[in-house]
């Protein structure tokens, strides 16, 4: 392949084209279903397909410029952001998303000077580390709760001691947000809107943690606490989107492409959503995202042969990569194809029970 | 006479005043303690959502269903003691549970200070500056209770009829004041009011036999009651429910109907008059098949118009025009039943044959009475508001209505839209056509434009240009990123909704 | 030394000591059950409790007074109030009295060992068992 320019930007057949609107299709179905973005599943994915993990964070990043500045204006208009929560939120963000996105360019540009196309090597590990770290965090948090709320009836919520801890804590001054009608320490929204921020700047997936930690943490209800997560991540992922671009770390066509499968994908999952019970969809979810974790860490140990961190046959990098590939796709495919067939299956069941099951009790009628 | 409901916080002397109210009038007397008793009998876990009031924060959705159940136990403990005979009830926000029912009294009890202090120092033995503490703690929790499990401030003082506060009147004076005032004749229950309290009772019944039933206690159901209808809608991914709903509640008194219904939404629609044959019925069900959701039909007749203009209120309760008893289905009390309550009638049909009901209602008078009648409990998508203030003319129709819909926008949590804008939502006419084409070229003019210049655009995002300047790649990202999205957006969401898949 | 955390259980309905014994046990407290207030705090007159556990709603002796008299004898003692009739008025005046922490019945063993490692953790046991505390993150 080899780039155009500056090596991060690949040439694009048809057939690699395809690929990436797939990818789109994808992460747009499971982030329509999960509602936490599908950055989880697009960026590994193209960044499998050879584009520098910058170039497909910051790629991944605009594509959702004009998701998030939509998805916030409806949700602002349904009353469920808290525009108060979200100010104090944006402004750590910021310097957050700043900070990752300085991170993330510097590092592309250690030249790890060992054999083998080094160059984005670093900035590739890096990437994938965070990824791998985060969202196996996140996998295994939302599948344990999806198994124990399938047998425990009335949950109390995935890990009530972290909750009581935190409420334990004693950290003034506090603020009291009104719409979310909760009162927290000014230090933990700090917290959260730093953690948010760089994980948005870095891999684009703040929302999995800024969602869970504004229910959790703040106890934010769960209706607002997306309302408000995309109302940071239009201005969270807009500056990161625009400073990668600054960067020269955007490829537009990829960003394009991506739109062309995702903008489908995301009404497919939003159906299905009103369709299948919620602990299927945190399995899905959480077995999806285990699976692309897992596959992003079978591409590590090319990177780091690329580093000269550790030593194997250069050819056996397209192994590692083809496993990575496949499991990805296997992630991909199985996790929107079940979603796929639970929403036609319930479409076809609706489609059955048409009509109105009227029961009269004539014997009561006296 | 009116059920007296006396709120206030505790220890204030509320409850006193209460009982005192009950032994001056020979009152039958309730508290919330009866009703919390009541419940935790019924195997309600109502301490669960005291705790969560106080250990906050905790995560209060799924804390949804025991307010729910708790609420239902809370409204039948009521109205079955208040159809014993007349009732004062003393509690945190009792009143909240019967909206749309005139026979109350709503008094609210703010206590002295100092007085309150004392009995809490007294009764605690803590010192007197933790009971203050324990005070302002225990009022601040009872207020986020209040706001949970009703939805409302509890010290919105519009929400009472009378205020009493014991600053400068005593206990036994402020009973004696309440006695007055319970004996108005503005608090007499009406039929429509008594009729009101029944539908509640019902509604609660069904709930609790519904939640305390295993097969369905786990169901996030909707249940509405109208005319001793039952209505209930569930999800389409609990479709198992259609057969145990019917076994649950076969012996639900004074349930003389039950209906089911699969939906995934709910949509409820407010006009006047639903004639037969009108353009709104068929948009109506086409609107439900296609969200897949249950409508609602709620009758407002505006008849006691509010001082908006000062119109003397037009005919009173005299052509049948009890709200709630719409119905033909009542056979012991024999009822004119008038035109427009046989097209009411005839609507619900065609919604229940078409499997798409979510049950009806009927309100008459000002446009608080019409909020109050709709349940703050059910996630409406969308709340249409159609035909309404017939007797204006056009012009005073238009206002009214649209400001009827902005005042319903601000009250309810469910977008709220009139019924021409809803016509155009759907509708797919040339407009619609030309907008979703004049997208699909612009896309794909964009496509071709970026995918046969890759090179021009990679040298303004990479290349040599981006080097010189780089904020235009920034710009091009800004303006291009968001015009493919929007672009797509509109493009896909026109293209489902020419297959009706919206 | 192996120090095992002191645990007393109140409550009137025996089956709740009875089912408790077990499940608090297991994470290595030293569990003491009764059913009788006057008995238990004849107990506690006699040994020092790192945590005791009580039912609010009882016959004789209500669970707040438990809590004063056990904190009179025993400051340290953290004491856990569980009780199926909490009301916010209860549970405010049991905190403002020094009780450690209010769980509404009907709750999980997992919830009463989460609260007690707290306890323990607050008290200086840093070698309380947390395995079978080890499902919150």
């Not at chain 1, 950055?39 to 520098?52: C, D, E, I, R, S």
């Not at chain 2, 307010?67 to 239902?72: D, G, V």
């Not at chain 2, 003082?157 to 006695?179: G, P, Q, T, W």
């Not at chain 2, 719409?326 to 012991?332: F, L, Q, R, T």
Request: aromatic residues 6%; contains cysteine; charged residues 20%.
């Amino acid at each position: 392949m080899g780039g155009l320019f500056g090596g991060g930007f690949m040439a694009l057949t048809w057939v690699n084209a395809m690929i990436v609107v797939f990818l789109g299709f994808v992460g747009g179905v499971l982030s329509g279903f999960t509602g936490s973005g599908g950055a989880f599943f697009m960026t590994p994915g193209m960044m499998n397909l050879g584009v520098t993990g910058v170039v497909a964070v910051g790629s991944n990043v605009a594509h959702r410029l004009g998701n998030n500045l939509m998805g916030s204006l409806k949700h602002a208009k349904l009353g469920n952001v808290d525009k108060k929560l979200a100010i104090f939120l944006v402004v750590p963000a910021l310097i957050a998303v700043r900070v990752a996105v300085w991170i993330n360019g510097r590092l592309l540009h250690v030249s790890s000077g060992h054999e083998g196309g080094g160059e984005g090597a670093v900035s590739n590990l890096y990437i994938s580390l965070v990824f791998v770290g985060v969202l196996t965090a996140v996998g295994i948090f939302i599948l344990r709760d999806a198994l124990r709320s399938r047998d425990a009836k009335e949950a109390e919520g995935p890990s009530m001691r972290v909750v009581n801890f935190v409420a334990g804590l004693h950290l003034p001054p506090y603020v009291t947000f009104p719409v979310a009608d909760v009162r927290v320490s000014l230090w933990l929204v700090v917290l959260v809107g730093l953690v948010v921020g760089y994980l948005d700047g870095t891999v684009a997936i703040g929302g999995f943690v800024g969602v869970p930690a504004m229910i959790y943490l703040f106890g934010v209800p769960t209706s607002v606490a997306p309302g408000t997560e995309l109302f940071l991540a239009m201005f969270g992922g807009g500056l990161a989107a625009l400073s990668y671009a600054y960067q020269g770390l955007v490829d537009l066509r990829l960003t394009f492409l991506l739109l062309l499968g995702s903008i489908v994908g995301v009404y497919v999952g939003t159906y299905g959503t009103k369709v299948v019970k919620e602990v299927l969809i945190r399995l899905v979810m959480g077995s999806v995202i285990l699976l692309c974790v897992l596959s992003r860490a079978l591409a590590l140990p090319v990177y780091l042969r690329q580093m000269g961190v550790v030593r194997f046959a250069p050819y056996l990098d397209a192994w590692f990569n083809v496993g990575s590939t496949v499991m990805l796709f296997a992630a991909g495919i199985g996790g929107t194809g079940l979603i796929l067939i639970l929403v036609v299956r319930a479409h076809i069941a609706q489609l059955r029970i048409h009509s109105t099951l009227q029961v009269s009790d004539p014997g009561l009628d006296s | 006479m009116p059920i007296i409901f006396v709120c206030s916080v505790p220890f204030g002397g509320g409850e006193r005043l209460a009982r005192i109210l009950a032994e001056k009038l020979g009152y039958a007397f309730l508290s919330r303690d009866d009703v919390v008793g009541k419940a935790n009998e019924c195997g309600i876990p109502v301490g669960k959502l005291e705790v969560a009031t106080v250990k906050k924060p905790a995560v209060r959705e799924r804390l949804a269903r025991l307010k729910e159940r708790y609420l239902a136990v809370a409204t039948a403990t009521i109205c079955e003691k208040a159809a014993e005979g007349n009732l004062v009830y003393y509690g945190r926000a009792g009143h909240f549970l019967l909206p749309g029912v005139s026979h109350v009294l709503r008094v609210r009890v703010i206590p002295e200070h100092t007085q309150r202090l004392d009995t809490v120092v007294q009764r605690t033995k803590l010192s007197r500056g933790k009971a203050e503490t324990l005070l302002c703690d225990i009022d601040a929790d009872i207020r986020s209770w209040v706001q949970f499990v009703h939805g409302v401030d509890m010290d919105d003082f519009h929400r009472y009829d009378l205020v009493i506060n014991l600053e400068h009147l005593s206990i036994e004076n402020a009973a004696m004041a309440v006695c007055g005032i319970a004996d108005l004749p503005d608090f007499r229950p009406t039929p429509a009011s008594r009729k009101a309290m029944e539908e509640r009772l019902l509604q609660a019944r069904a709930r609790i036999k519904l939640a305390l039933d295993e097969r369905s206690a786990d169901a996030d159901l909707t249940v509405r009651s109208n005319d001793g209808v039952v209505t209930i809608t569930y999800m389409p991914r609990q479709a198992a429910l259609a057969s145990v709903v019917p076994q649950v509640l076969h012996d639900l008194p004074g349930c003389q109907e039950l209906r089911c219904t699969v939906a995934s939404t709910n949509i409820l629609w407010i006009q006047e008059e639903f004639r037969s044959g009108a353009a709104t019925s068929g948009q109506l069900i086409e609107l439900a098949r296609r969200w897949g959701a249950a409508v609602e039909l709620l009758r407002y007749r505006p008849d006691e118009v509010d001082e908006v203009d000062g119109a003397p209120p037009p005919e009173p309760a005299t052509s049948g025009t009890k709200p709630g008893a719409a119905g033909g289905v009542e056979d012991d009390v024999p009822e004119t039943v008038s035109d427009s309550d046989r097209a009411f009638q005839d609507a619900l049909a065609l919604l229940v044959h078409s499997g798409r009901s979510g049950g009806g209602q009927s309100v008459a008078g000002n446009r608080e009475r019409l909020v109050s009648a709709i349940n703050p409990n059910i996630p409406y998508s969308l709340v249409v508001v159609g035909d309404l203030f017939l007797k204006k003319g056009s012009a005073v129709r238009t206002r009214m209505t649209r400001e009827l819909t902005n005042f319903l926008a601000d009250h309810i949590k469910a977008p709220v839209i009139p019924i021409a804008e809803l016509a155009a939502r759907l509708r797919f006419g040339p407009a619609q056509i030309a907008r979703l084409a004049a997208s699909a070229v612009l896309m794909v003019a964009l496509y071709a434009l970026v995918f046969s210049h890759q090179e021009t655009v990679l040298n303004v995002l990479a290349g040599p240009f981006h080097n010189a300047h780089p904020w235009g790649a920034v710009a091009l990202v800004a303006v291009l990123a968001p015009l493919a999205a929007g672009l797509n957006a509109v493009v896909t969401s026109s293209v489902l909704r020419l297959m009706k898949l919206d | 030394m192996q120090e095992r955390l002191q645990v007393l259980v109140l409550d009137d309905e025996p089956i709740v000591g009875k089912r408790l014994q077990p499940a608090l046990a297991k994470v290595g407290c030293d569990v003491e059950v009764f059913d009788a207030p006057g008995q238990a705090l004849q107990r506690v007159g006699e040994k020092r409790f790192d945590i005791v556990v009580t039912d609010i709603r009882m016959e004789d002796i209500d669970g707040i007074e438990v809590l004063e008299k056990v904190l009179e004898r025993w400051p340290k003692t953290k004491v856990i109030m569980i009780t199926g009739y909490a009301t916010v008025e209860v549970a405010r005046e049991a905190i403002a009295k020094g009780a450690f922490d209010f769980i509404a019945k009907p709750f999980k063993p997992q919830e009463l060992r989460d609260v007690i490692a707290r306890a323990a953790e607050a008290l200086g046991f840093a070698g309380v068992d947390r395995a079978a505390a080890d499902d919150s993150v």
